[in-house]
């Protein structure tokens, strides 16, 4: 088996067929390549397969790539990122997911305390039930001099990450969400998952976070660099 071709009545397994034979990563029942799975039944570069006949998808590759919105390295659901590679924080019964996002790269200056505003606009209308927050993508060295922190139109702030990461580099693939089990403190640069905000976002009465104030206007993450030397740049966030 695996690749070798039918002859002579044998009935060997051959590439193509469905099935994941010795000398195979996937088997989509086809020998077409570009398709995720080659004509000699390896895995192509950028894709993951599952299954018999083999199922191949760019999504959960750790890339977004075109059609994707966002892409956390992994095919789970459950995770704010769904199977599908789209944004999903879990909206409760009557919500409407609102997504806004930039992938303008905006540079961080170095020691400034005041930071750099990366702003999205949302005509959203009614107040705010829940507020997650996604850094796709931040590099920078040494990310302990880094606060990031999300505004709302009214210019009230919560605190998402405060000098963590210590010299470690980099912000990738990062949800801040209030159900996250691992607080940011505890966690690692380049922070890939999902953590807890230094502050709430959504789970307080008001005015306690972001939870019912007004959906409408310009949001910001702010982001400041609080030492000299290491510089970076935000690229793009939700």
Known sequence: GGGSPVGGGTGLPV????LISPGETCDDHNTTPGDGCSA??????????????????????????????????????????????????GCGPGLTQVVLSSTTPVAIPDNN??????????????????????VASLT???????????????????????HRGNSSDNYLRTFF??????????????????????????????PGDFKGRRADGTWNLRVADTASIDTGTLNAWS
């Open 15 to 18: 590439c193509g067929d469905g």
């Open 40 to 89: 000699s039944c390896t895995i192509e570069p950028g894709y993951l397969c599952f299954g018999a006949p083999s199922v191949c998808t760019k999504c959960g590759n750790g890339v977004v790539d075109t059609g994707e919105a966002c892409d956390d390295g992994n095919a789970s659901s459950g995770d704010g990122c769904n199977t599908s590679c789209q944004f999903d924080i």
């Open 113 to 134: 305390a005041a930071g750099v505003l990366s702003p999205v606009t949302s005509t959203a209308t009614g107040g705010v039930q829940k507020v997650v927050v996604y």
């Open 140 to 162: 920078h060295t040494w990310d302990g001099d880094l606060n990031l922190l999300l505004r709302a139109p009214s210019g009230f702030e919560r605190s998402l990450a405060l």
């Open 177 to 206: 969400d209030d159900g996250a089990a691992t607080g940011v403190a505890s966690g690692m640069a380049p922070f890939t998952g999902r953590f807890r905000a230094e502050q709430s976002l959504s789970s307080l009465t008001f």
